[in-house]
């Protein structure tokens, strides 16, 4: 965890700020996994304090894929209260509000990945398609990008319903 990162600690849990980053190419979304998790996430990362939510995308895409890209609109926030999985929040209340944009992608785009999470596993990235057998994070990604909508949409998942 960066120092500048929009994480706050909050009572026994963490409030996070964060961008996710939808980019498409050829029917596939691109992912990204880790060697300390089974599951797929949005490539992305927190907002550092004093950065734009806009900034805070196009550096994260660049900083997980080698390459600078543009954003070209936003499309969905969505509000989640989930229970930490990694070393620095297992088993915390994590209360996360997320911005995710669609990307500009250039038509010749191939990532190059060599960045690591705040837990030292190396990340790699991984172009998934809707009926990829894995759990994805966050889990409209599969209905929603399989036939993306103009607008912006609004999104609240809640793991407390669940319990822990």
């Known amino acids: 965890m960066n120092i500048n990162d929009m994480t706050v600690p909050c009572c026994d849990g963490f409030i996070n700020i964060r961008v996710g980053a939808i980019i498409l190419k050829n029917g596939k979304f691109l992912m990204v996994g ?13 907002i550092h304090f004093g950065e734009t939510a806009e900034e805070a995308v196009i550096r994260e895409v660049f900083e997980e894929t080698g390459i600078k890209m543009e954003v070209d609109r936003l499309g969905f926030i969505h509000e989640n209260y989930f229970y930490g999985d990694t070393q620095r929040n297992m088993g915390k209340l994590v209360y996360e509000v997320s911005y995710f944009f669609y990307m500009k992608v250039p038509e010749d785009f191939e990532p190059v990945s060599s960045d690591f999470n705040e837990d030292g596993c190396k990340e790699h990235l991984v172009w998934a398609s809707v009926d990829d057998e894995i759990t994805m994070y966050p889990d409209f990604y599969r209905s929603e990008l399989s036939h993306p909508s103009e607008g ?3 999104f609240v998942t809640d793991e407390r319903k669940k319990g822990k």
Request: no cysteine.
């Open 152 to 154: 912006v949409k609004f």
């Open 34 to 46: 880790n060697t300390g998790v089974d599951y797929l996430y949005s490539v992305g990362g927190r």
